[in-house]
């Protein structure tokens, strides 16, 4: 099976910009456009049907694009089909720099100020274009945001340990915030699209409004929600007082507002289908005009025949095979009122699955694996402990790692275990490289720590056996043992609900009327 992922065209950094002038593979794609608004136009009309031609050139000048990354992702592995999962990373910026973002919310003081992601969901769509995920990470979940570079300016952010999420966008713009999802779940991300408040109100008018509903009334003064109890269609404003509501639902916090945004997204997806949008070409074509009005997307989206190829893949996943789920979290140490962190092991169980391309409803079947197994390595001699040179460099993230399990190794007999200090990369499996010569080495190391035979690579490029800490290893002095989860295996600290789910969004009692 080949895949149907929009491929990226561009992969270095450059200042968003709107797109214009046109060259033969462009057109070429305007060409196919076209073909799909003339189908059903008849021959009367076709000279009408011609005038698409400038509109479309009209749309893709509308198009504000910039960097996928501002790091190297690696390449997207395809699966032993053939095809190649897509993942869109979806942000919401809070920024106010226009006069309709202002009038729509926030402050003068934050005009010109830093941008921040206050909306963060990645949308994978597996390899088979059968089932669909959408995940949410918090705004306030402490990360480590790499080092990145502003397009526009030139500046360079160095590396910020232990930061809010949500501050990646004000380190040079989307690619940041890219890169940033990248370092964290080791996920490979196609594409992104980043809408602020101005787009959210024309994209649901586009939609023609989405359908909602609230468990009582709610008065919500900071973002001017005001429903009655029940069901209601939100379009225009309303639809971002409804996406930015945080204090009005739930407990008041960011944690339960993506569960929010959560249900009207599976809403808006059964809006669109009920109303044949994914299929009829002239109403994808009417989306689309609102999209690139209202979205900044990447170089690889840069055209409505992008935009339009994007949702053709999308069409044929039902509400029932689309899981919505926030990354389990955990109270940050350092602020436990107000930050979170990841949840060891379940945060990273719930990534594995995305990696894996594993359904995360139990519909479906987990992603196929390979049925030929892997060559047995020859024996070797056993090696005295006290004799084994190995270096422990730290690639999790985690402060501590290799000096922990240097200590950890000596104490263990490994008396001449190195402290290399941080991995020049973050990296997201574990991993010991040894020479030629050293495996028996390597072998006695990755036993003492329970290293699946995985881990273990030969390599012409270290000159003693190195190990560096993945951070699927965030803790504990031997390797967890990682089983591969089954379809629907989604831990349960992680808020779900399905895409036919009609949900009601629940009222803080605080600000009910």
Not at 322 to 341: G, K, Q, R, S
Not at 350 to 364: A, E, N, Q, Y
Not at 432 to 455: I, K, M, T
Not at 476 to 496: E, I, N, R, S
Request: hydrophobic fraction near 35%; glycine fraction near 12%.
């Amino acid at each position: 099976m080949t895949s149907n992922r929009v491929p990226p065209r561009g992969s270095g950094p450059h200042r968003p910009t709107r797109r214009r002038g046109r060259d033969g593979g462009r057109t070429s794609r305007r060409r196919v456009l076209l073909r799909r608004i003339a189908l059903g136009c008849g021959l009367l009309v076709v000279l009408g049907c011609v005038g698409g031609w400038g509109y479309v050139s009209y749309l893709d000048g509308n198009i504000k694009h910039g960097a996928l990354s501002f790091g190297n992702q690696g390449a997207a592995q395809p699966d032993t089909g053939g095809g190649t999962a897509l993942n869109i990373l979806l942000i919401g910026s809070d920024t106010r720099d226009t006069a309709e973002d202002l009038s729509l919310g926030g402050s003068r003081s934050s005009v010109g100020g830093p941008a921040h992601a206050d909306v963060e969901m990645l949308l994978h769509v597996s390899a088979d274009r059968s089932n669909a995920s959408l995940i949410s990470i918090p705004r306030d979940t402490m990360v480590d945001i790499p080092a990145c570079t502003d397009p526009t300016t030139g500046k360079v952010y160095p590396e910020a340990p232990h930061e809010q999420i949500t501050d990646s966008l004000s380190h040079g713009g989307p690619g940041c915030t890219v890169y940033t999802w990248h370092e964290l779940t080791g996920i490979h991300i196609d594409h992104f699209m980043m809408v602020d408040f101005g787009g959210v109100v024309s994209m649901a008018d586009a939609i023609g409004g989405v359908p909602v509903c609230t468990t009582a009334n709610v008065a919500d003064p900071y973002s001017h929600l005001r429903l009655t109890k029940g069901d209601h269609v939100v379009r225009g404003v309303q639809a971002l007082e409804w996406l930015r509501s945080r204090h009005g639902f739930g407990d008041g916090s960011d944690l339960y507002r993506t569960q929010v945004q959560h249900m009207y997204l599976t809403s808006m997806m059964r809006q669109l289908r009920s109303a044949g949008t994914l299929t009829s070409p002239g109403r994808i074509l009417s989306l689309a005009d609102a999209a690139t009005r209202a979205l900044t997307v990447d170089d690889g989206l840069d055209s409505v025949s992008a935009l339009v190829g994007l949702a053709d893949q999308l069409k044929g996943i039902s509400p029932d095979r689309l899981t919505t789920v926030t990354m389990p979290y955990a109270a940050d140490p350092t602020n436990p009122t107000a930050w979170v962190i990841p949840m060891p092991g379940d945060a990273e169980r719930l990534f594995s699955m995305i990696r894996g391309d594993v359904p995360l409803d139990s519909h479906g079947r987990p992603a196929p694996v390979a049925s030929t197994p892997a060559p047995t390595a020859p024996p070797v001699a056993a090696v005295p402990r006290a004799q084994v040179r190995i270096t422990v460099q730290n690639g999790s993230g985690v402060p501590g790692r290799a000096a922990g399990l240097t200590w950890g190794l000596r104490e263990a007999g490994f008396l001449l275990a190195h402290d290399g200090l941080n991995a020049p990369e973050r990296q997201q499996t574990t991993t010991l490289d040894y020479a030629a010569g050293d495996r028996a080495e390597a072998v006695a190391v990755a036993g003492a720590l329970h290293l699946p035979p995985s881990a273990l690579r030969e390599s012409a490029a270290v000159l003693r056996p190195t190990l560096v800490v993945g951070s699927d290893w965030p803790q504990g002095a031997v390797y967890p043992l990682v089983m591969t989860p089954q379809a629907g295996a989604v831990p349960t600290t992680a808020p779900q609900q399905h895409g036919d789910e009609v949900g009601c969004a629940k009222v803080n009692p605080v600000y009910t009327w």
